[in-house]
């Protein structure tokens, strides 16, 4: 397999990741074939996924306004991915412009376009980390030098808690970044489930087990109480279509196809 000018000589092209698969969902063209073959192997077995990352997407971007909204003006966007429209910075940037962001990926071509992206933007920055270590994250110096970490921060999940075993204690990273916000910080998750489609998330998972991210599904109320220590805000923990959505249509009448559970909650 040929590698693309933009790929770093230090991945693995031949092995799927799940970043550049939802790349890929999203009609984005920073994918390998590997990439490719496994998300199409997955729409196979979940011809939603497509609409599924979209809704995903739509609900980030409704958090973020309402965050602007909230007066929140400090986002760490963990399990960022790559860059395609409609990113925090964006869409914080456009209504607040004294608005900060910091991106954090451990995929290196999320990353290398997300700096690429950023060149001239002193208000905003990505860095490779691992989600799993949030410690190293909130030290990083980097992070450190945007975010103030005394005023309030809206910590984003958004579709990356599903990439993390129970193994590695997500409640655990929450209880971390928890303790390093300011009062006032807000917390925005969303997850894959497959509580109404289980045979077609078994399946999802069976392929994503060979990428460098397994998945793990989780429940309405397994993901509830990942909000510990940050009370969930209205309308709770809900279908992403159904988290403030601009209108009824952008709703539908199934929005449990998409798959994904959505919430935000807030420090107090």
Do not use: C
């Not at 964006?90 to 900060?100: F, G, H, K, S």
């Not at 001239?120 to 450190?144: C, E, K, L, Y």
């Not at 390093?180 to 399946?203: D, F, I, K, M, Q």
């Amino acid at each position: 397999m040929d590698r693309p000018d933009w790929a770093p000589e230090d991945i693995d092209i031949e092995r799927p990741s799940a970043a550049r698969m939802y790349d890929y969902y999203l009609g984005g063209n920073h994918n390998f074939a590997a990439d490719r073959a496994a998300a199409q192997q997955v729409l196979a077995a979940i011809p939603d996924a497509s609409l599924a990352a979209q809704a995903n997407r739509a609900f980030l971007r409704r958090a973020v306004r309402f965050l602007i909204d909230a007066g929140v003006r400090q986002f760490l966007d963990i399990g960022s991915g790559i860059p395609t429209i409609g990113n925090v910075h964006e869409v914080a940037q456009q209504a607040a412009p004294d608005a900060r962001v910091v991106y954090v990926d451990l995929d290196p071509v999320a990353i290398a376009h997300s700096r690429q992206l950023l060149a001239g933007n002193d208000r905003a920055t990505a860095i490779q980390a691992d989600g799993r270590h949030p410690g190293r994250i909130v030290d990083h110096p980097d992070v450190r030098t945007l975010l103030d970490f005394d005023q309030p921060v809206a910590v984003m999940m958004v579709a990356m808690l599903h990439f993390v075993s129970d193994e590695d204690d997500p409640a655990g990273m929450i209880r971390a970044l928890h303790d390093t916000v300011a009062s006032g910080s807000y917390l925005v998750l969303s997850h894959g489930t497959s509580e109404n489609h289980p045979r077609e998330g078994a399946a999802g998972k069976a392929v994503y087990q060979r990428t460098a991210s397994p998945l793990t599904l989780r429940t309405r109320a397994e993901l509830a109480a990942l909000f510990a220590g940050f009370p969930v805000v209205p309308p709770g923990v809900v279908w992403a279509p159904q988290w403030h959505p601009d209108s009824p249509a952008e709703v539908g009448e199934h929005p449990e196809t998409t798959g994904i559970l959505a919430g935000v909650g807030r420090k107090e």
